[in-house]
């Protein structure tokens, strides 16, 4: 290991320290040293986005998040902080973007089709949430909270059979689903 990736561990490790200890301007100052030896490293742009975040300095935490999976296309974490980030701050199609890009570079991530799903929903646009949440499924078929999702995004494409579907089985694993719901499903279902 060279001195500069020792160096680079340290600054990172002080940095999580300050960070987990809520001394966010001392966190800054440490990952800021990482960028200063190494301007490409993900994992210091990530926790500055994180830093910048909690000090709602929301532009900057989007340039580090950005920063982040640029230099790692594969930091899960730093899509998904970045996507809601942007859905918290009602930028949606900057979101659906993302996430799309976020799903292509990881075509396994169950919870980065998911939250793909979300950010379409949140855009009323449940048959694009339906695909998105069908592909999480396809990865993690036993996630009680992407099969209720599924249900509520089919129910609003009027395929009440597909929803009532993922509402039971949600139900089975474990989620708790609204009875209102549940029942509203099995009238227009016409299996009550």
């Not at 060279?2 to 320290?17: D, H, P, Y």
């Not at 993302?98 to 169950?110: G, H, I, P, R, Y």
């Amino acid at each position: 290991k060279t001195a500069q990736e020792a160096s680079i561990e340290e600054l990172l490790r002080k940095g999580t320290v300050f960070y987990d200890a809520g001394e966010i301007d001392k966190a800054i100052d440490e990952f800021k040293g990482v960028l200063e030896i190494d301007s490409k490293e993900p994992e210091a742009h990530y926790n500055l986005g994180n830093a910048y975040a909690d000090k709602e300095m929301f532009s900057d935490a989007i340039i580090m998040y950005k920063k982040a999976v640029e230099n790692n296309p594969k930091f899960v974490d730093a899509y998904l902080n970045l996507s809601t980030l942007y859905l918290d701050m009602d930028l949606i199609d900057e979101a659906i973007t993302l996430c799309k890009q976020a799903v292509t570079a990881n075509l396994n991530d169950a919870f980065l089709c998911f939250h793909l799903g979300e950010a379409y929903t949140l855009n009323l646009q449940y048959k694009e949430a339906i695909e998105a949440y069908n592909n999480a499924m396809s990865i993690n078929p036993m996630d009680p909270e992407t099969q209720y999702r599924l249900a509520e995004s089919y129910y609003e494409t009027e395929q009440f059979d597909m929803a009532l579907k993922h509402a039971t089985q949600a139900e089975e694993l474990g989620y708790i689903t609204d009875p209102e719901f549940i029942s509203d499903l099995k009238k227009k279902a016409g299996t009550e």
